[in-house]
């Protein structure tokens, strides 16, 4: 099944770069990036989408919450699948419905551990350090209405030196996301892993 998908981010968009590129040496894989969008201005992704040609899209927190306007602008671009990579505002209900089990979040932390409000960025990272945990990782998955709660379709995990301070595991776990995150996307359009039931 052929992807068009909507990125939503919220800071620089590294897991959104990685995502435009590689699906763009791949057009085989049958994923295209119709659409990113952002609820702050001046993200760094809007930016690069831009550069890429790729159209891009401004939230406004009122009419994200309060009506349904961003389904026919979803629809206008074709959109059929939503990725989140560092997006930070609460999905509403209305959008986990009209995309169930249609779109994904990457969360910087083995799931369930260390998730849910608050939990997001150097804050994960410094909970990881504080544990003492001697690995962290990656988990994607479905989105539904709370944070970080949805269905888990993929973890990887990595081994942390003692040493490793927040910001070098942030590095580590980074790098586990770019790496995973566009083939995890990939097996979906491929039906290797189910938009619907089959995780
Ligand atoms: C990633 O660590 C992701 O796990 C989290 O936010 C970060 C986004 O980074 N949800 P970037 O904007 O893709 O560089």
Known sequence: MPLRLAIFVSGTGSNARMIIDRFRERPEAGVEVALVVSNKPGAGALAMATER????????????????DLLAQLEHFGVNFIV??????????????????????????????????????????????AAGDPESGMTIHYVNEHYDEGDIVYQAAVRLDPDDSPEDIA????????????????RIAEGELGVESDV
């Open 84 to 129: 989140l990579a560092g997006f930070l505002w609460l999905i509403p209900s209305y959008l986990v419905r009209a995309f169930p089990r249609r779109m994904l979040n990457v969360h910087p932390a083995l799931l369930p551990a260390y998730g849910g409000k608050g939990m997001y960025g150097i804050h994960v990272h410094r909970a990881v350090k």
């Open 171 to 186: 590095a580590r776990v980074l790098r586990l996301e770019h790496a995973n995150y566009w083939r995890v996307i990939a």
């Open 53 to 68: 040609g790729i159209p891009t899209l401004v939230l406004q927190r009122k009419s994200f919450y309060e009506t349904e």
